[in-house]
């Protein structure tokens, strides 16, 4: 049978966390699978905001929305801007309400220019937003693309990164198949119900 994809281990742990009328961040919308995920999640009274540098994500993200009903869409908010600002470009009243937030790493699949990558600066500033903007049992999850060019060392970031979070404020988990080093990994963090700071 095989044990679940990284991808579907992620929207199996965020599903457990996140009900109808919730407010979710896609850190990196991509080809919008995610977001359309996060989308039927939260439902009609749930926003979902999703980010990406590239105009061409959040068009492909636009497209694979309407596939949902529109009185089935939450409100969507597509920001062409980096993850790094999260923190900044989402509501106020969002701050420390977000139930989920979902980095998926690496490159758009499919794009012109394969070189537009997540970069471990940006990435570790977002990763750190998305913990300030989560509410007390929210998740953020990030699947990590140690195969290509500049992957492993950003990978390497983001679990020194997710190791030393204080365990009062969030526990780290780690997902991966041992045998194989350089296929995707998961990393999630759940903020502790009542976190001190
Ligand atoms: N979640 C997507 C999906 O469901 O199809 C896949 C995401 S794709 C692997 C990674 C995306 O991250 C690319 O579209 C890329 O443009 C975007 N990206 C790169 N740097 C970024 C940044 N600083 N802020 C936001 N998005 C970024």
Not at 144 to 162: D, F, I, M, S, T
């Amino acid at each position: 049978m095989g044990f679940l994809s990284v991808l579907s281990m992620a929207h199996k742990w965020i599903a457990e966390r996140t009900s109808p009328g919730d407010i979710v961040i896609d850190a990196t919308a991509g080809g919008g699978v995610d977001t359309l995920m996060l989308a039927g999640l939260v439902g009609p009274k749930g926003t979902v905001y999703a980010f990406d540098i590239q105009q061409e994500a959040l068009d492909r993200t636009r497209g694979r929305l309407s596939s949902l009903p529109q009185n089935e869409l939450p409100e969507i908010k597509l920001m062409l801007e980096s993850h790094a600002r999260m923190a900044e470009a989402v509501d106020r009243s969002a701050i420390g309400q977000v139930s989920t937030v979902m980095f998926n790493l690496g490159y758009l699949p499919g794009s012109s220019d394969l070189t537009i990558i997540t970069e471990p600066a940006s990435t570790l500033a977002a990763l750190d937003a998305a913990i300030s903007l989560l509410r007390p049992g929210g998740i953020v999850t990030c699947v990590l693309y140690p195969g290509h060019p500049g992957g492993a060392e950003e990978a390497a970031r983001v679990e020194e990164w997710a190791a030393q979070l204080p365990q009062v404020l969030a526990q780290a988990v780690i997902y991966r198949q041992l045998q194989r080093t350089t296929a995707p990994y998961l990393i999630a963090i759940e903020k502790r119900p009542n976190p001190a700071r």
